[in-house]
């Protein structure tokens, strides 16, 4: 056993103190510390029990040498520590005393874990937090995953929706930082990247539970954070992708995944020939996941957008009759509580729609910034052809992208600007409405110097 393995198992065994275990750091401690503080104040709520009739396990899907005979990839389904471990050949320390360890395993091609929350109003994950650290430092994941971990997890709460998307990215192409672990298959050499986006979805009509009306707010903000962690020199690759579980569109098909099926679509069977492909080609699967990433992001806002538009329509119609001073109307009903009280909660949720697509869109730029600057630029320099005609592409498709968003966040402003004037036109009929046949004008009368009392009714 080499000196860089024993340091490894040396940090493995106490994963628990991650991210101490982490073996570079690329950010002041103190930044690690805040980090990590964030993360333990939110934690009770990621490991919270569940009932016990409810099976969710982690799902990690290795494509590599290593898979059965006629199969493309390795599926392993996990639960515990232990099972950990054993699934993919980890080293335990707690035996390491009674018996020679054996070697570690080289890294697969491809490895994808499947962070899962129970659904998108729960911050619950499919592992212990045990299993986490050992994940984080296994595969040296930077702190900033637990940052954006925790800030994603409370996507449905309107005061943090400010948070939802972001981006941390590093690269070391040329090797000058960073260990390399050749017993792991690490060359030290790689591009990584935390990244955290939110995406509007609708809860199914089949899902409501019974009694519930058809016409209730049915939109959820579901968030996820994919990190990527992928070796240039090897072409080897890690995805930690986080997202919730939701009621698939389809009666009958139960609680799915959906950005995973969303990645698995736009693929469209590429992952199975990751292993055939060299070290650009591996790249550009990554690119792809990045993409399909991106795409999820974009949801269902624009039907939300509409939806939003026609229910404040409903609401503020009865009320936006004309207000003719010359003429006496017939006094009108004022503006009921408790459409007041849906019309605050319809401008928060704009505000909220239009905060997230913001948000995305700054870190979507942020993402092609960092691929057409930091990556490209080193890459020419190592003069790596084949890995940046695939960043143009990516460059090129994810704009296309960010446009999308773009047309969304102007029809969110649209929107806004629409029902501002709706609310002040409803607060000045309300207005009024309230001293119609009230106000008095009082003028002096000419005749007996007394004052005379004139009743104005519009």
């Known amino acids: ?31 690690n510390q805040a980090w990590r503080e964030h993360y333990l104040a939110n934690k009770v709520r990621f490991f919270a029990k569940l009932p016990s009739n409810v099976d969710f396990p982690l799902v990690i899907i290795d494509f590599g040498e290593t898979c059965p005979p006629g199969e493309k990839a390795t599926l392993h389904i996990v639960r515990g520590l232990a099972g950990l471990r054993k699934s993919l050949s980890w080293p335990d320390p707690s035996r390491a005393a009674a018996e020679k360890p054996a070697g570690l395993v080289r890294d697969p091609t491809l490895r994808i874990i499947l962070l899962e929350r129970y659904s998108p109003t729960s911050l619950r994950l499919n592992l212990s937090e045990e299993s986490l650290l050992e994940i984080l430092t296994y595969h040296q994941v930077p702190t900033c995953f637990l940052s954006l971990l925790s800030d994603g997890a409370q996507s449905w709460d309107f005061s943090s929706s400010v948070r939802l998307a972001d981006l941390r990215a590093s690269t070391n192409l040329t090797g000058a930082q960073g260990p390399s672990m050749a017993c792991l298959g690490r060359s030290g050499r790689h591009i990584q990247l935390c990244l955290s ?76 020939e990751v ?58 009903e004022s503006v009921h509580e408790r459409d007041l009280r849906r019309m605050a909660f319809l401008m928060e949720r704009r505000i909220e729609s239009a905060t997230n697509v913001e948000n995305n869109i700054r870190a979507l730029r942020r993402l092609r910034a960092f691929f057409v600057g930091e990556v490209a630029e080193t890459l020419a320099r190592l003069d790596v052809r084949g890995m940046q005609a695939h960043i143009d592409e990516f460059e090129h498709k994810l704009s296309r992208v960010i446009e999308n968003l773009e047309d969304l966040a102007d029809r969110a402003q649209a929107l806004e600007r629409v029902t501002k004037s709706r609310e002040e036109y409803v607060s000045l009929a309300q207005l009024h409405r309230s001293v119609r046949g009230q106000q008095q004008l009082s003028i002096p009368n000419r005749y007996n110097g007394c004052k005379r009392i004139i009743r104005i009714d519009r």
Do not use: C
């Open 1 to 31: 056993m080499n000196e860089e393995e024993s340091l490894f198992r040396e940090q493995l065994a106490v994963a628990r103190t991650y991210p101490d275990t982490l073996l570079h750091q690329n950010k002041r401690r103190a930044v």
């Open 197 to 272: 986006l939110s995406s509007i979805r609708q809860y199914p009509v089949h899902a409501l539970p019974r009694g519930v009306d058809r016409g209730a707010w049915r939109w959820q903000t579901h968030s996820a954070v994919m990190y990527l962690h992928f070796d240039a020199a090897e072409g080897s690759a890690v995805w930690l992708l986080v997202s919730p579980r939701g009621y698939h569109p389809v009666k009958g098909e139960g609680m799915q995944n959906e950005l995973w099926n969303a990645i698995k679509e736009y693929m469209d069977g590429g992952l199975g």
């Open 275 to 332: 292993v055939s492909l060299d070290s650009p080609g591996r790249l550009r699967i990554s690119l792809k996941g990045l993409l399909a990433v991106a795409e999820w992001a974009v949801g269902e806002t624009s039907l939300q957008l509409q939806d939003m538009d026609m229910r404040l329509s409903d609401l503020t119609r009865p009320y936006l009759a004309p207000i003719d001073d010359m003429a006496a109307d017939e006094p009108q």
